[in-house]
């Protein structure tokens, strides 16, 4: 397939497939990132070339349908939402996805948001305020997440502090990582997520693309780290042979199915601010992450 957005391509013709796992996708700022996943997100056709999403084919408007149903989309900035509390966002995500109400307080629940479900979202956190994005993107259990730079709120509110390995806006970036990576790692078999550094990607994504100049190409991840803990099934399946990219070939984008999984249990670090920190709201203990398997009979993947 092929993306092109103002006479130029975004995403060069290229045949790919993605499995299961968390798959990353880096790129300088401008390279086309949001649109991919628009894209992906069923919001956009390509311009070229065939797209399957959890085995259904998007060029036609029953297949459209269907991926749709499996999707759970996040983009970078929600601030049309800004004035719903995170209660009334995730209920109306879950109105939204045909899903019942107590679907959503599962979801409050489970991404420890109890507390803060009274709260706009304008002033929550934006760690917290990314757990409620989550909430809202997973309240129907989708096959398929995808999250267009999730953590860039949290590295824009790092910037103004020091950004040595003692400062603590790095260290506040790195502790509410901490927190939320085991967090993407368990929202569905298949979870895409974008960033503008491959740095803020690496070591725990399970595949690593990059995007520049319209040319997509894979790079080594280092997670071998990411994948202690995981069960034989999910070992053996990401032993299984993945797609290898082929420039200039327009074809299908395709997944396969992957096997149960036993989710490890998520356990927050303990870390302490330095002395002359400021502040730092405290995150209430995340909940423990549900094991879930996809249904029966369906693909997962992109």
Request: charged share 20%; proline share 10%; aromatic share 4%.
């Amino acid at each position: 397939m092929g993306v092109r957005r103002g006479g130029r391509w975004l995403l060069r013709p290229v045949t790919f497939g993605v499995p299961e796992g968390v798959v990353g996708l880096a790129g300088p700022p401008g390279a086309g990132k949001s649109t991919l996943l628009a894209t992906f997100a069923t919001l956009r056709r390509p311009n070229t070339g065939a797209l399957h999403i959890l085995g259904h084919d998007i060029t036609n408007a029953a297949g459209q349908r269907a991926a749709r149903a499996g999707i759970g989309y996040l983009p970078a900035r929600f601030s049309r939402a800004e004035g719903m509390t995170a209660g009334e966002f995730v209920a109306y995500a879950a109105y939204y996805k045909r899903t019942s109400a107590s679907a959503a307080q599962s979801m409050i629940r489970r991404f420890d948001l109890t507390e803060a479900a009274g709260t706009e979202l304008a002033l929550l956190p934006p760690d917290v305020r990314l757990r409620a994005g989550l909430a809202a993107a997973c309240v129907h259990e989708p096959g398929l997440v995808l999250l267009d730079d999730p953590f860039g709120e949290l590295c824009a509110a790092a910037e103004p502090w020091p950004t040595g390995a003692a400062g603590p806006g790095r260290h506040s970036l790195t502790a509410a990582m901490a927190e939320l990576v085991p967090v993407l790692r368990t929202l569905a078999p298949t979870v895409v997520v974008t960033a503008d550094a491959a740095g803020t990607l690496t070591g725990w994504c399970d595949r690593l693309f990059t995007l520049a100049r319209g040319r997509l190409s894979e790079q080594p991840t280092h997670s071998a780290a990411a994948r202690r803990g995981r069960s034989p099934a999910d070992r053996r399946g990401a032993a299984a042979p993945r797609s290898a990219l082929h420039p200039q070939t327009v074809d299908a984008m395709t997944g396969r199915r992957p096997a149960r999984r036993t989710l490890p249990q998520v356990s927050l670090p303990q870390l302490a601010l330095p002395p002359l920190a400021l502040p730092h709201l405290p995150l209430p203990q995340l909940a423990k992450a549900r094991a879930r398997r996809s249904p029966a009979e369906s693909p997962t993947g992109v």
